[in-house]
Structures are given as C-alpha cells and as structure tokens.
C-alpha cells in the first residue's frame, strides 16, 4: 500500500528543523514554488528561536512558549513532521527515506541539517550528566539542572560558553569556566577582545581557569586537568564546539568538504535538485569571491531563504557579509566578518566600555567588532564588502 508520503513527488522536501530550515520552507512558499511542501525535522518541538537557550531561557527569564516561531507553517500550507530522522537521500530518484522507514520523492530538496554539540574527547566525556546546549530539549535539561545546583563548571570560551557561564554566575551559581584557551576567544578575535571578555565574565562573577586541557571527567562532575588542581561541581556542561551533519550528503555522493556540503553561490549543490543551506553549507560567497564556513543564526536564516527561492526557480544570490551578535551577561557584542583569517586587529576604545575592533588581511577590511558602536558596524559591513582598506 502507498503511503502519503510516497504518493507523488512533493514540491519541496527540507531536511532539517532549524533556522535555515525554515526560511527556505517559507522562501519556496513566496516565490511562487509549486507543489506540496514537507519539513522533516529531527527535533521534538517545532520550530523555535535558539539564541535565548543560553541567556534568557537559561535564566528562567523566558519560557517554551515565548521561544516559538509562530505558526507561519500551517498558514503557508506546509507540513511539519517532527521526529523524524532522514536515513538516506537518493539524487538519483529524488527521494529521501527516513529510519522509520517513510519514503518522500521530492522535485526540488533543501538539505537544512545543522551541526551537532561535540561530545568532550575525553574519559568520562560521554557521560549523559555532561551537558551540552544547542536545542531545546538540552537547554531544558540544562535549565533544570542548574535549578538544583549550587556550582558549575564550564569547559570552553566560545561564545555559548561565555553566554551560558554569564547567565549561570548571574543565577547565583558558583562558576567556574574552563578552556584551552588562555583568554577567551582569542584566538579568533585577538589579545583585546580577549581581554575584555575575561573581564566582563569576571565581573559577573565568573572564575576563569585558561591555558589548560581537559584530560577527563570523573562521576559527571569533576573535570580532571591537565598541570592544574581538578575541578568539582553539581554539574558540567561542555561547551566545546558543533559537528556538520554532512554524513547524509557524503553518503550519497555530494561534494562534501571537511564535513559540510560544497555549494556554489546560489546554493546548488553538486547533485541537480538538491540545495543546501546553514551550519552544513560550505558556499560560495559572490562577494567573498571564495567558499566560507557560516555557523551563525541570521546567516542560516539567509541562506535558507537563498535555497527556497531558488529551488521554486528564482536566482538569489549570496553575497552578503556574515555576521552575528551575542550577549554576555549585561554586554552585547556585534560582530562582522568574512571569517576566514586575518593578520591584523586594531582595536578603538571609544571610553564608557564602548569599542570598535577592525580586522584587516593584506591591508584590507575583512572584519569588524562592536561594542556600543553601531555606526561601526554598519560601516564595517560595507567596507568588508567593498574590499576597502583597513580603516587607519
């Protein structure tokens, strides 16, 4: 017997549940694309705005609810279906299969599935009581144990990590957060950021342990370093990084680079009908002029939007700057760039805590970071675009 989903080839099948899954289910929708359009998200919750997971729903400041992105599906006739597990996607007859078994022939594919937290490489790094956060469900489960504990250790100083250990410090929470690293992020943003963001974090209340490797955890809460005094708490959450998802891809013969799916300026993959889009697309950047790695909420939103349109027949293009934001504790940091290497970072101290830091490579504009300083921001952005110069 022929199952709906098997019945004929849906306009558009999405693989994933995310941000850049759902712009490009909407973006179809408003170009015009024809045809039934089914989303398989993996999650359990439909879809839902992940940023607050390690600020304000972390601090029980917003709810499930308020992180919903409305019901935008149902009004544009497209069908979600949670749970559900893509196994294979076969370019040859347009179709994916999921692992309960359900077959969906697609006419056009948006390939939308994310990354995943990395597991801690090391002893007791496995264990179920170390926590990471990227989706709801961990984020709950993070929220509820940070309810019942007194302490926390932090490993990592990504920008989830400073989040997550500002906004538990903030709860009362005894913090400890440790890293590789001797400062946070400096290695992506330099000495001055660095610098400014162990302090802000030591502000709020944070205790920063840097320049020091994980080497196990013990019981799910004692985290074993290397050189340094081991680290006890009511609870750990690894903060150590996000995987592609980019087996599906691979396994069915995309071009695939360092785990993400090769895609040209419009977002076409090497397979015809297959588009991909956010943490898993390795794209060309029109502007760039050279395939980037985007891992940031509002560019996923965009290059889902770039897929869907062009997978209903149009010809967007994506050729904007990256960027993203973030919020640690009481401070807000907007950031710019191509992402991809620099050589040179000044960094302008506006007084009051407000700064602006230009990245330059060669000589030219391929960064910006703000503090209190929008117009920079915005000027940044167009003067990445341009190639300009690095401002003096």
């Not at 359990?44 to 601090?59: G, H, I, V």
Request: contains cysteine; proline residues 4%.
């Amino acid at each position: 017997m022929t199952t709906p989903a098997q019945s004929s080839p849906h306009g558009l099948v999405v693989v994933g549940g995310g941000p850049a899954a759902r712009a490009a289910a909407l973006a179809f929708r408003e170009a015009g694309g024809s045809g039934s359009v089914v989303v398989l998200s993996d999650d359990t919750a439909a879809p839902y705005d992940r940023p607050p997971l390690s600020k304000d729903f972390l601090r029980g400041d917003a709810d499930a609810g308020s992180l919903s992105l409305g019901d935008e599906y149902a009004e544009k006739d497209i069908t979600l279906v949670l749970g559900a597990e893509v196994a294979e996607l076969d370019t040859a007859a347009h179709t994916v299969r999921t692992s309960a078994g359900e077959t969906y022939a697609y006419s056009a594919c948006v390939l939308a599935t994310g990354a995943a937290p990395v597991t801690l490489p090391v002893p007791g790094g496995d264990d179920q009581r170390v926590l990471s956060l990227r989706s709801l469900g961990e984020g709950t489960a993070l929220r509820d144990a940070a309810a019942a504990a007194s302490s926390v250790v932090v490993i990592g100083s990504g920008f989830i990590g400073c989040e997550a250990a500002a906004s538990l410090a903030g709860m009362g929470k005894t913090v400890t957060q440790v890293s590789d690293e001797t400062l946070p992020q400096v290695h992506r943003l330099g000495e001055d950021v660095g610098r400014t963001l162990a302090g802000w974090l030591t502000d709020a209340g944070v205790t920063l342990v840097g320049g020091v490797s994980v080497t196990g955890v013990e019981d799910g809460r004692r985290v074993l370093l290397e050189g340094h005094d081991a680290v006890e708490a009511d609870l750990v959450l690894a903060a150590v990084g996000a995987h592609p998802l980019g087996e599906l891809a691979d396994t069915a013969g995309l071009d695939v680079h360092g785990g993400r799916v090769v895609a040209d300026e419009h977002l076409a993959t090497s397979a015809a009908g297959v588009w991909v889009a956010g943490d898993v697309a390795y794209a060309r950047n029109a502007t760039a002029g050279r395939h980037l790695v985007v891992e940031h909420w509002d560019d996923a939103e965009a290059m889902g939007a770039i897929a869907g349109t062009n997978a209903a027949g149009g010809d967007a293009t994506w050729d904007k700057v990256p960027g993203f934001w973030s919020e640690i504790g009481s401070q807000f940091l907007q950031y710019s760039a191509w992402g991809d290497g620099w050589d040179t970072a000044r960094f302008v101290d506006h007084g009051e805590g407000a700064f602006t830091v230009w990245y330059g490579q060669d000589g030219t504009t391929v960064g910006v970071l703000t503090c209190g300083a929008d117009d920079d921001d915005e000027k940044g952005r167009e003067l990445i675009s341009a190639g300009a110069p690095l401002p003096a």
